[in-house]
């Protein structure tokens, strides 16, 4: 009879602290859906990034078409990364825009550009699939492209 006396007594609170521990899974729960919708827009992100990229064999109007594709997508890119991963977009867009400005005329050119672009897109796919952060609240601005007078 005591416990049950007991448990009359006390209904209410067990029921406040169970629902207490309730809400609190449920905000848990919310949260880690939230992160792993984030994964997910980066994971499409750089599904996308591949397929516009694969089409780059040294031509300049491949190059052409990446650039249009990156610079579409950069809010995507500055609030899905942070500072320094965001370093690795910058990084893609120099050369894509430097290499539109001096395409590489012979196949050797061609062939070293394609590696280094490789290389430049695998660093990017890195910090996009290794990323273990929500969406950024970035203050930082995109410097202006500066055009070398010659």
Known sequence: ??????????????????????????????YQQNLQNIRLKRLELANRLDEVTAKFLGEIEEAKVIRQWLFANSSNFAFLLNNKDLEKYKKMCGFILNYIE???????????????????????????GNAN????KNNAEFAPVKKEVQ
């Open 1 to 30: 009879m005591n416990i049950l006396h007991f448990l009359q007594q006390n209904a209410e609170w067990m029921c406040a602290i169970a629902v207490t521990a309730f809400a609190g899974v449920q905000c848990w729960l919310s």
């Open 102 to 128: 001096n395409p590489a005329q012979t196949r050797e050119g061609k062939l070293s550009a394609i590696k280094e672009f490789l290389n430049i897109l695998s660093e990017l796919d890195a910090v996009l």
């Open 133 to 136: 952060y929500g969406i950024v």
